[in-house]
């Protein structure tokens, strides 16, 4: 049954015209794109579900606050306004500012970790991937079991395995430098991590004298979760949830393009002024002065509103909700999708819609293509193409659990008859699925270990 959504907490003030390219002019885009869908033009999509990242729409009072920046070097007023809100929302006093969130793992990556380090996860992400590979590290993952289960209903499937992080921490004792926690876990499913979870990560940290640091991006929708799944939790806010997570961390990344609503930003925040002068040399080689990190005064202003906006709970309770509707109707129209529906995105199980595809042969990029090709909606295969390892001696391949092709929905975008849209387009493509007979096979890939996926040139090839 699919759930009614709620009415939207919002008018729709400005609109943007779109144009849906017809079948000859996909089919052109695809080829010009190599087939990978990093390769399409914007111009080319009707519905772009390739990432919730910097694609979101800012409220008006976030476009007043663009008019106070102060672009001063260093120092400037839009800075502390920023710091005001980090303190308020989340907690910590040191807080530096980046232009994404890849920006401050290359920051917090850089800085603390070297050669030959093993960070355990529950599940890092792409990014997050490349930059322990660029350190020449290694990551681990303890998510819990369930999290590779496509239909039970595990409440938190982000969730850590205690006893396998207490194992990789035995295993790799004196070559950890911090353990990190994805919140919501976006390689997974978009799935939440509990409250308590994060406790007992945080006082097996501390046992080992070891930081917890958290990848919360996706806070606000995680403190929604644990208000709507956990129990003890019920009676809080989602700010006082969020703050409470928070309180489990030593230090935090964050992508402020996805839940702190705005198109550009990240920060990294810290508790200690021991951290904040280990981390903060490389924010000025790479991003910036300390106080501006690489954003204009006027994206501080806008990134202060939006934390605050971000817990409010009329606008997570649609957001969520509108997610889910889309992932239910997928899920009534016979489509495998992960459950519970995740936070931010709907993702659909790739290795069974296609099962007849190798998953040497990319079938989640497979079906990104078909589905591209259905309706012009643009979303990502997040499976062996983004996620399979290579072996640099031997060429032999490891592949991920998981082979998923996640459509993220944008923060207050689209509307429910966009998403019925796209329901509509990939069941057309579930009830045709047993015609697709062809695989991918790589034809360049970028140097960067890690980040294939981005750059990738695809070739179709029939099985």
């Known amino acids: 049954m699919v759930t009614r959504v709620p009415p939207e907490p919002f008018r729709i003030k400005m609109v943007e015209p779109v144009h849906v390219p017809d079948q000859q002019e996909r089919e052109r885009a695809l080829e010009a794109g190599h087939f990978n869908m990093f390769g399409l033009k914007s111009a080319d999509v009707y519905i772009d579900l390739l990432t919730d990242s910097g694609t979101g729409a800012m409220s008006k009072q976030q476009w007043a606050a663009i008019m106070m920046g102060d672009e001063a070097y260093a120092g400037a007023d839009s800075f502390y306004s920023l710091k005001k809100a980090v303190k308020d929302v989340l907690g910590f006093d040191y807080t530096i500012p980046v232009h994404q969130g890849r920006a401050a793992e290359n920051v917090v990556f850089g800085s603390l970790v070297k050669e030959g380090d093993v960070i355990p996860f529950n599940m890092p992400f792409d990014t997050t991937r490349g930059h322990i590979f660029n350190a020449k590290a290694s990551s681990v993952d303890c998510v819990i079991d369930e999290a590779f289960d496509r239909e039970t ?43 308590k979870n994060l406790r007992d990560v945080s006082a097996v940290a501390k046992k080992h004298g070891i930081p917890l640091l958290l990848d919360a ?26 703050k409470a997570t928070m309180d489990t961390a030593d230090a935090i990344t964050v992508s402020c393009k996805k839940d702190p609503l705005v198109n ?73 999708c992960i459950q519970p529906i995740g936070g931010h995105a709907v993702f659909i199980d790739a290795g069974a ?41 031997t060429g032999a391949r490891t592949f991920p659990k998981l082979e998923l092709y996640r459509l993220a929905i944008n923060r207050r975008t689209y509307t429910n008859s966009h998403m019925e849209y796209v329901a509509e387009t990939i069941i057309n493509v579930y009830n045709r699925r047993d015609s697709i007979r062809y695989g991918l096979e790589i034809t360049y890939e970028p140097p960067v270990k890690g980040l294939k996926h981005f750059l990738a040139h695809l070739r179709p090839k029939n099985l």
């Open 217 to 242: 991006a996706r806070m606000a929708e995680n403190a929604w979760f644990i208000k709507n799944r956990e129990p003890d939790c019920r009676d809080m806010t989602v700010a006082e949830i969020l």
């Open 264 to 336: 550009i930003g990240g920060l990294v925040a810290c508790r200690t002024e021991e951290m904040y002068y280990k981390v903060v040399p490389r924010v000025i080689l790479f991003e910036g002065f300390a106080t501006y990190g690489g954003l204009a005064g006027r994206d501080l202003e806008a990134l202060a509103v939006g934390l605050r906006e971000m817990v409010n709970e009329q606008h997570l309770t649609h957001r969520i909700a509108q997610v889910r509707y889309l992932g239910e109707l997928l899920t009534e129209g016979g489509v495998p």
């Open 153 to 195: 209903p595990h409440p938190f499937k982000g969730n850590v395995d205690i006893a396998k992080l207490e194992k990789a921490l035995a295993d790799n004792r004196g070559r950890v430098p911090f353990i990190m926690v994805t919140i919501t876990n976006n390689s997974g499913g978009g799935q939440p991590v509990s409250l």
């Open 353 to 393: 819609f296609l099962p007849h595809i190798p998953q040497g042969s990319y079938p989640a990029d497979v079906l990104s293509i078909e589905i591209y090709r259905e309706g012009a909606v643009r979303g990502i295969g997040l499976g062996a193409l983004a996620f399979e390892n290579v072996d640099e001696k």
